[in-house]
């Protein structure tokens, strides 16, 4: 009985090390996902952490004030779809510029799903 009660522990301690592990690539790749309302419709973006530091934010503020700025970004759009395992997901979807004479505002968006990080 000892030795199965150690391998159990052994076996906890292990998911629990894939477990973190897998939480600290999901943290490493997040995504922050805005919504982009243009003269013409809505579309859902996503940045990277990387990305925001790059445009010197995290927030929409700093994606408004670089679109302001620079007058286009190339960014991904982002939509709802399955996931390999059937799972709803937002996924990146294309690789698109924005204008700035075209967009109206740029604010926060959350979705119930996982994110998908774009390459």
């Known amino acids: ?9 052994r076996a906890a301690l292990a998911a629990c090390l894939v477990a973190g592990a897998s939480a600290s690539q999901a943290q490493d790749n997040k995504v922050s ?12 973006i996503g940045l990277s952490d990387d990305e925001m530091k790059a445009l010197g934010g995290s927030d ?4 408004a004030h670089t679109l302001a700025q620079k007058g286009d970004m190339t960014v991904w759009q982002y939509n ?5 395992n059937g799972e709803l997901q937002q996924a990146p979807t294309a690789k ?5 004479n075209a967009s109206l ?3 926060p ?6 994110i998908v990080p774009h390459q």
Do not use: C, Q, W
């Open 1 to 9: 009985m000892p030795h199965r009660a150690g391998n159990l522990k």
């Open 96 to 100: 698109i510029g924005l204008l700035a």
């Open 60 to 63: 929409a503020s700093a994606v």
């Open 33 to 44: 996902l805005f919504k982009v309302v243009t003269v013409k419709d809505e579309i859902v």
């Open 80 to 84: 709802v779809h399955r996931g390999p």
């Open 105 to 107: 505002r740029v604010e």
């Open 109 to 114: 968006y959350s979705t119930p799903y996982t």
